[in-house]
Structure formats: structure tokens, C-alpha cells
């Protein structure tokens, strides 16, 4: 095991490495020149080039690439993601700032979604081609094929504009500050319900599909026989006999499921005007703030590549029939 | 007694001729079929469904057949061969203005079943259906059944273009690890992982903006983020194959590499290829959507489901009208791919086939 572990750590450095690399070239091969972007914005032309100069010297932009790729690697192996290049704040503190609204969004709607998709995948396949297997398979692969910013227009139209029941803009009303601690809370809850709902249904969509195919294969062993030759229960059969032999598969998907919690879905959060991570992202595209474009992507794939690890491991641990040697 | 004899020598059922027909079993799959022809006829008829020129007409005395000549550029480069007559090939022609005022004794003229062009403005401006507009204007008054058409052209081409360019990175890279082996195989797997690393919309937002917004960047963007799965898939069904019996006896033969990938090797795993692809192509469509409207896509006049996407979301309070047609569109197709995928998978795998 702990060689496994130390085999494995050793060969995330290359992909660290790589990742690194990809990053770098996608983000500074991009046209456009970052300092000229903003000096633009500045009308006095004698201020407008004094500024491009001095952005330009301060992000090393007339440096050659490669001087400029070991400084940014330099400064990242000491975490320090530097300053954003559209407005001087710390990108670190950027970043933290949105991860608070993409996280509980995405933590809501993956609740919700195994809430309601685990029960549903157990019963479809409880009563495999019974009437709510089929009803909630055509259902559900009628959600699935509904990409998120279709239903987002749809329910936003009927929720937000036609019966006017909730909020679709932003995170809080414009007259938040004066709100009750309890007043705020639901002002919270009314204006992510959409967004949520929105990341939830192709989730749930695609775990009960999960849940129902690894149930309908567990159901074939010969220990689900052998639980009801005992007498037991249907519903102790399938829930603690089957269902929980289904977790194990489950563990790929919470390796899924955590680069999708903090990435936040840019069409979303900008329909939403969401200030998250995802949207964060889309304005740094569009300002070339390449130290911020820079920082998100890294930090994603990274956390990618880490819950991909942590899951191997875990397998481990859950099943012991998985050696790692 | 002659005829059993015949009955043996008779071929055998070959792979495609036994999948088709376990397709043909599935009705859902038929219907998602049915739909992604209907899209993909839409697309190439575009010219003849929706155009404020004529398919045929008699016009002064003579016959002109404007829209027919559209249909032919479908033929790529054939816009420069094959020419319209005057005075349809003049800019600013308008034909049915014209046609009412200059009509002489026996002209007649065979119009589309829309009879506008997508990118041709009027001052009815968001105008809900009505029997001159069946779904409606748009925010410049331009006819919506007309965008839509054209809009499922753009739709379709991205994603078999997108689609067909990451299946040829896919194929080649795949066969390249899993024939050699080795250090190749060691960089490419490499590479593999890393991509994989990246949520895919991030990347292909940040490679999009290399170049300027057009349908060509976003399906070679497209092309160029999405091919992981068929390496990874070729990678795993050649390191399987390649020291296979038939793969030695091709060898010992003297066949060299590429023939041994290409007529021997990729021959036996393409069938699960096509399920990707079609899969793939459901997925181009969705993305190629959202990119046109967050206005990294197909750019304006052009339209796009997207595009008309994003106008019915700025105007949503004023013209839910144009809220429905993209969104009804954009489900079908990934439903129809989708379903086509699914039956494809199941039709073309032999184990579903025997039980």
C-alpha cells in the first residue's frame, strides 16, 4: 500500500508538470495584449502609454516566454498566484471571494440530486420493466438530453417571468443589507432555487441511470440469492444487500463529483449573473488576465488530478478484494 | 438435398448487415435516426426551405432557378464554378417586390415553403407567429422559421466536422501508443491524462479566443479538446490486438505497420468508434450552442440556435415567442443523436446481440 502510495505521488509530478506546460502555452499563445487591453480603456494617450509600460514591465510581457514560464512555475511551487492583471487585487483573494457562491450551488444540487436519484435507481430496478422503471427511464433520458442552459431559459421564463415566482439575477435583492438574518436566508434560497434545480437535473438524471445499472448487476450474485433463501426481506435484500455492494462504483463518480463542485458552469453563471468561479473565468478570458486565467485552470486540473487519487486509494480502503501492490 | 448444400455455401450474415438489423428492432432508436436524417436534410436544404429567392421561377420571359443553384454549393467550392443568373446574382435583389411590379403574361415563380432569408430585416420587430411569419421576427425583424432552418445548418455541420476531426486526433494517437508501445506510448498516455485534468468547457473557452469567433474556430476547437476518449479506447483494443494470431501472420507476411493497423487491426474495434461519434456529435451541438451564446461562436448576422438563444434571453420579458424554437431544436437533436448512440451501442455489441 505504501509503496503503491509513494509509485503514485511519484508520477503526479510530470502530470503536474504537464498540466504546468498546457497552461502556460494555452493561455499566453492567446492574441492580444493584456497591458494594451487596459491602457485602452485610459483617454489621456501620454497616461494610457505610460501605464501599458509599466503593466508590461511588471508582468514581465517583454520578457521571452520561456524566462516567463520558469518565473510563473517559481512562484506557483510557493503557491503565490501573483496579482490579477485586470484590477491589481490578489488573485488568491479572487478566487476565494467566488468560491463561496459556485460551491453552495454546486454542494445544494449534488445533494439534492443523490437525495432524489438514489431511491429512484433502487426502485426502477427493484421492479426491473415495471411500470416506474419505464416512466422514469424515459423520463430521465428525456432530462438527460436537455443541456442545462435549455432548462435554465425554460424555467426562467416560467418561474421568473411568466408567474414571476422567484428571483433569476444575482445572489441577493438590491435591498439585502436592511433584511432580517432569517429574511436573508430565504432571499438566498429563492435566488439560487433555479440555478440549482438547473445544475440538479442532469445530475440526477445521470446517477439514478447509475444507480439502476449497478443495482440490476449486483442483483445478479449469488449472495442477493442467498439473502432471500434466508427469508430476509425484499426491501433488507435490496437495500442492504444490494444497494450498499453498489457504493463501490459510486466511489468513481465522487471522484466526478468533486472538480464539478467548485467548477463552476460559465453559461450558468452568466445567464445568472452569478458571481462565481465560472463566471470569474469568462471575464478573465475576456480581459486576458492571463495570471488569473493562469491560476483557475491550474487549480482545477489540479484538484482534478488529486480527487482522482484519493479515489484510487479509497477503493482500497472500501473494497478489499482491490489490492494495491 | 441441393438446396441445403446452397444454403451453407450462402455468405454468411456479415458484421454491418447484423447490426443494422438489430438496430432496425429498436424503435426508439428508429425514431432518433428518423430525426437526425430529418435535421441533417433540413440543413442541406436550407437554401431550398428558407430564401426570399425562388426555387424556380419564370421571370421576364425566362426561367431562373436561384435556389437550385444554392443547393449545389453545398459541393464545396462550387460556389465559384457554378454561378446565378442575372439579376439574382446581383446584391439587393428583391425578388418578390420585383416580381409584383415587373410580372409579365405567364411568369410564374415556385417559392420556398419560408419565404425569406435568414439575414434579410424588416421593421416587424419581435412579432409573435402569424401567418406571414409561422414562428415569428427577431429583435431586427428578421423571420425566425427562416433562422431556425438555417440555424440546424450550422448545428449539424459543427458536429460532424468537430466530431470528425477529434476522432481522426483520437484514432491516430490511439493507434500510434498502442501499437508501439514504449516511450510513445508512455507520452501520449501522458498527454491523455493531462487533458483529461481540464474541465473541457474551460478549455476550449481558453482556446477559442486564439483565434477570431467563427464556426470554423469553434468546431476545430471543438476537434482539438475532445478526442481522450477514442485514444483511450483505440489505445486499450490495440495493445489487446496487436499480438493477436492474425496480427503475427500479417507480419510474418511483410505487411508493414500501417497495414497492419489499417487492414487488419482497426477493422475489428471501429464498430464501438461510431457509438462515440454519434455520442460525440450530441455533445458539439450543446457546446457549440453555448458558445455562440456567450459570443465566442458563430458571430451575428450568421444564425445559430445559440445565437437566437441568446436574443430570446435578452428578451425575455417582452418576446417569450422566441424562447421555444431554439430550445425545442437543441433537445432534439442531442435526444435524437443520443438515442441513435444508445442503439448503436447495444446493436453493434455481440454479447447484447446473443442473449
Known amino acids: ?325 | 438435398m441441393e438446396d441445403s448444400i446452397n444454403e451453407m455455401k450462402r455468405k454468411s450474415e456479415g458484421f454491418w448487415r447484423s447490426s443494422w438489423r438489430r438496430f432496425r428492432k429498436s424503435k426508439l432508436g428508429m425514431i432518433g435516426l428518423f430525426l437526425v436524417l430529418l435535421l441533417i436534410g433540413t440543413g442541406l436544404l436550407a437554401p431550398v426551405l428558407a430564401n426570399d429567392q425562388p426555387i424556380m421561377c419564370r421571370f421576364k420571359g425566362e426561367i431562373h432557378a436561384p435556389g437550385l443553384v444554392e443547393l449545389t454549393w453545398n459541393i464545396p467550392f462550387a460556389k465559384h464554378v457554378i454561378k446565378k443568373s442575372f439579376p439574382f446574382d446581383q446584391a439587393g435583389f428583391r425578388f418578390r417586390k420585383r416580381f409584383e411590379r415587373e410580372k409579365e403574361e405567364g411568369d410564374w415563380a415556385w417559392l420556398p415553403p419560408v419565404p425569406y432569408h435568414p439575414n434579410g430585416t424588416s421593421t416587424n420587430v419581435l412579432q409573435p407567429a402569424t401567418t406571414e411569419h409561422f414562428i415569428g421576427t427577431d429583435e431586427v425583424g428578421r423571420d425566425l422559421a427562416a433562422r431556425m432552418i438555417y440555424g440546424a445548418r450550422v448545428s449539424m455541420l459543427v458536429g460532424f466536422v468537430s466530431v470528425g476531426i477529434s476522432t481522426i486526433i483520437g484514432l491516430f494517437l490511439g493507434c500510434l501508443a498502442g501499437y508501439f508501445g514504449g516511450i510513445v506510448d508512455v507520452l501520449i498516455s501522458r498527454l491523455i491524462e493531462i487533458v483529461l485534468c481540464f474541465p473541457v468547457f474551460f478549455l476550449i473557452v481558453s482556446i477559442v479566443v486564439w483565434r477570431p469567433p467563427s464556426i470554423w474556430n469553434v468546431m476545430i476547437v471543438i476537434g482539438l479538446v475532445r478526442w481522450t476518449g477514442t485514444a483511450r479506447y483505440v489505445r486499450g483494443e490495440l495493445i489487446r490486438l496487436r499480438d493477436s494470431e492474425y496480427a503475427l501472420a500479417a507480419r510474418a507476411l511483410g505487411a508493414s505497420s500501417a497495414r497492419v493497423i489499417f487492414r487488419h487491426l482497426l477493422p475489428n474495434s471501429l464498430a464501438p468508434i461510431f457509438v462515440t461519434v454519434t455520442f460525440g456529435i450530441a455533445a458539439a451541438i450543446a457546446v457549440e450552442a453555448s458558445l455562440s451564446w456567450l459570443g465566442f461562436g458563430v458571430q451575428p448576422p450568421q444564425a445559430s440556435w445559440g445565437n437566437i438563444l441568446k436574443q430570446a434571453y435578452v428578451n425575455i420579458q417582452t418576446a417569450p415567442h422566441m424562447i421555444f424554437p431554439p430550445c425545442i431544436a437543441i433537445f432534439i437533436a442531442v435526444l435524437s443523436y443520443n438515442l441513435v448512440g444508445d442503439t448503436l451501442r447495444d446493436a453493434v455489441d455481440p454479447r447484447v446481440a446473443k442473449s
Open chain 1, 1 to 325: 500500500m505504501f509503496e503503491y502510495l509513494v509509485r503514485r505521488l511519484l508520477l503526479l509530478i510530470p502530470t503536474l508538470f504537464g498540466i504546468t506546460i498546457v497552461v502556460f502555452t494555452i493561455v499566453t499563445l492567446a492574441p492580444g495584449d493584456p497591458a494594451a487591453m487596459r491602457a485602452s480603456d485610459i483617454m489621456d494617450p501620454e497616461m494610457s502609454q505610460r501605464i501599458q509600460e509599466d503593466l508590461t514591465k511588471r508582468f514581465d510581457l517583454d520578457k521571452p516566454i520561456h524566462v516567463r514560464y520558469v518565473k510563473w512555475l517559481g512562484r506557483l511551487v510557493t503557491l503565490d498566484l501573483g496579482t490579477s492583471m485586470s484590477d491589481d487585487n490578489p488573485i488568491f483573494d479572487k478566487i476565494a471571494n467566488a468560491f463561496w457562491p459556485t460551491f453552495s450551488v454546486n454542494a445544494a444540487s449534488v445533494f439534492l440530486a443523490f437525495l432524489i436519484s438514489v431511491p429512484i435507481g433502487i426502485f426502477a430496478a427493484a421492479r426491473r420493466n415495471g411500470w416506474f422503471d419505464r416512466t422514469s427511464g424515459v423520463l430521465l433520458y428525456g432530462l438527460y438530453s436537455v443541456p442545462s442552459y435549455v432548462g435554465a431559459l425554460l424555467l426562467v421564463y416560467w418561474l421568473g417571468v411568466k408567474w414571476d415566482l422567484l428571483p433569476f439575477s444575482g445572489m441577493y435583492s438590491d435591498d439585502y443589507h436592511t433584511f432580517s438574518p432569517m429574511a436573508k436566508f430565504f432571499d438566498q434560497v429563492s435566488h439560487m432555487t433555479i440555478y440549482v434545480v438547473c445544475v440538479m437535473y442532469g445530475a440526477l438524471a445521470f446517477y439514478s441511470r447509475f444507480v439502476r445499472q449497478n443495482l440490476l448487476e449486483v442483483i445478479q450474485q449469488d449472495y442477493m440469492r442467498t439473502a432471500r433463501a434466508k427469508g430476509l426481506k425484499e426491501s433488507v435484500v435490496i437495500v442492504k444487500h444490494g444497494f450498499r455492494n453498489t457504493l463501490i462504483p459510486f466511489l468513481t463518480m465522487i471522484g466526478l463529483i468533486v472538480p464539478s463542485l467548485i467548477g463552476g458552469s460559465v453559461i450558468l453563471e452568466y445567464m445568472f449573473s452569478w458571481p462565481g468561479l465560472g463566471r470569474l473565468f469568462f471575464n478573465a478570458i475576456q480581459q486576458r488576465d492571463h495570471p488569473m486565467v493562469m491560476a483557475l485552470s491550474t487549480a482545477t486540473a489540479v484538484l482534478v488530478l488529486f480527487s482522482t487519487l484519493i479515489v484510487d486509494l479509497l477503493y482500497g480502503f472500501v473494497d478489499p478484494r482491490v489490492s494495491h501492490r
